[in-house]
């Protein structure tokens, strides 16, 4: 059985499903307004992976993943800009979609937008109007949050906390609030801005609305698992769950929250590492597995440091892993069942992809040593196969070779025959300088990309 840390529950426990056989996934998507950048490539990755492994086991997923084409951030930049705001919108998730097909992430099975769940958050809206649980002031609709009772759960506070904490600052809007902490629902347009009509005056959403209209109407109550950063965590996923709580709604039943990519002094970092400012940048400089296999090497709930040297490594253990697939290339066998078994059973405990990867490279040794004693090591070989493809992370044998590359390769095998060893370093350099990756074993050259 999976168990996830539930962050509501802060402990690690059983992925309970509401519907035996298929899993209900709830993921917070990109706002487009510019290029998807490192960090949201690990709030991607690690649900991919998480994904792939749920339906590596056979159980069938539906995983939601919003799109946010309505937001303060668009409205500035079209301001700024001087173009429309539909432009931006368009446009960015364009990238964002060329972004992620780059890195190999899935599609989700449902990509909702906020602009087609205006009137069904409008109507949710009302509801928490009509029972009291929210109001109109000068400036738009708020959710009264001591309506709530548990409130605060995922910020792991009380509201008295939150007020207790909050010292002498100035909350904005306070005059009209209710309490410090209630968030809006509905905002009021400015003039030139994009409107739409509501009960309360013509406006748009706040962001914290339109999740929940989204997973409740694509996956109903009770959905088994939302997902995001721990930056959502608060207020963002407390305010979802509490205007689904308000409307007498059972939200999701578990909460999954990933780590920050962090700088060398443990900030979050979401822009640059050396020649790489996004994830398009990333597919252009490096192998776009390369990004997959640091975050596999990492725990999604730990910080990341990432830099040149942790890209350039994985790349380097990459090349090892493609070299492992095209020395053994021609062996064929059922995984081994003992190290699929260790997959799995690290796999279900928490996702701890370390261990994971470490048995991964284990398993590649091993076989590698059993290959140079001439033992049969299809089944280790295999398994090797088995668990990479079920992270995504797919190996290549090099078969894509062009006839004159393989000539040169086995024109360097002739050579160290003939124990001409200054023709075999020369045919060796000139195939490297070309790009290729030279591998000489007791067996003959290999070559690949």
Aim: glycine fraction near 8%; charge should be negative.
């Amino acid at each position: 059985m999976l168990h996830l840390y539930d962050t509501a529950s802060r402990s690690a426990r059983e992925l309970a499903l509401r519907d035996p056989g298929k899993v209900s996934i709830y993921l917070c998507g990109p706002t487009v307004y510019g290029p998807a950048h490192l960090g949201h490539g690990r709030a991607t990755l690690s649900y991919d992976i998480l994904r792939r492994y749920l339906e590596w086991t056979g159980l069938e997923v539906r995983l939601v993943s919003n799109i946010t084409d309505i937001d303060d951030q668009i409205i500035k930049r079209a301001n700024n800009e001087n173009r429309p705001w539909k432009d931006i919108t368009t446009k960015c998730e364009a990238m964002w979609f060329e972004a992620m097909d780059g890195i190999n992430v899935k599609r989700p099975t449902d990509i909702p937008r906020a602009t087609e769940y205006v009137e069904g958050m409008v109507a949710m809206i009302g509801e928490l109007v009509d029972l009291d649980k929210a109001y109109a002031t000068n400036d738009g609709v708020y959710m009264d949050v001591e309506s709530v009772d548990d409130y605060g759960a995922l910020a792991f506070q009380t509201l008295d906390d939150m007020r207790a904490g909050g010292g002498e600052r100035e909350v904005v809007g306070a005059g009209q609030k209710r309490h410090p902490a209630d968030f809006v629902l509905w905002k009021f347009s400015k003039p030139g801005e994009p409107a739409w009509p509501s009960p309360w005056g013509e406006g748009r959403p706040g962001w914290h609305s339109e999740c929940v209209a989204m997973s409740l109407d694509l996956l109903g109550e009770g959905f088994d698992l939302h997902c995001g950063g721990q930056d959502l965590r608060f207020p963002h996923h407390e305010n979802e769950r509490a205007q689904a709580v308000a409307l007498g709604k059972k939200f999701a039943n578990h909460w999954m929250h990933h780590a920050f990519i962090v700088d060398g002094e443990g900030e979050k970092m979401s822009k640059s590492i050396g020649n790489v400012s996004n994830l398009l940048d990333l597919i252009e400089h490096y192998d776009q597995r390369a990004y997959r296999l640091v975050l596999l090497q990492s725990h999604y709930r730990s910080p990341i440091t990432l830099d040149q040297a942790t890209i350039d490594a994985a790349v380097t253990s990459l090349e090892r892993l493609d070299g492992f697939a095209a020395r053994t290339a021609g062996l064929a066998a059922e995984p081994d069942d003992d190290v699929i078994a260790a997959f799995g059973t690290a796999m279900d405990d928490d996702l701890d992809t370390p261990k994971v990867m470490a048995l991964v490279f284990d398993t590649t040794r091993r076989a590698n040593v059993g290959l140079e004693a001439g033992e049969d090591v299809a089944g280790l070989v295999a398994a090797v196969h088995e668990m990479c493809a079920a992270l995504g992370l797919e190996l290549s044998a090099g078969s894509d070779v062009p006839d004159e590359i393989a000539a040169q390769a086995a024109a360097l095998d002739a050579a160290r025959s003939a124990k001409d060893f200054g023709v075999a370093d020369a045919i060796r350099d000139e195939l490297q300088a070309a790009g290729w990756i030279v591998e000489t074993t007791k067996d003959g050259t290999a070559v690949r990309r």
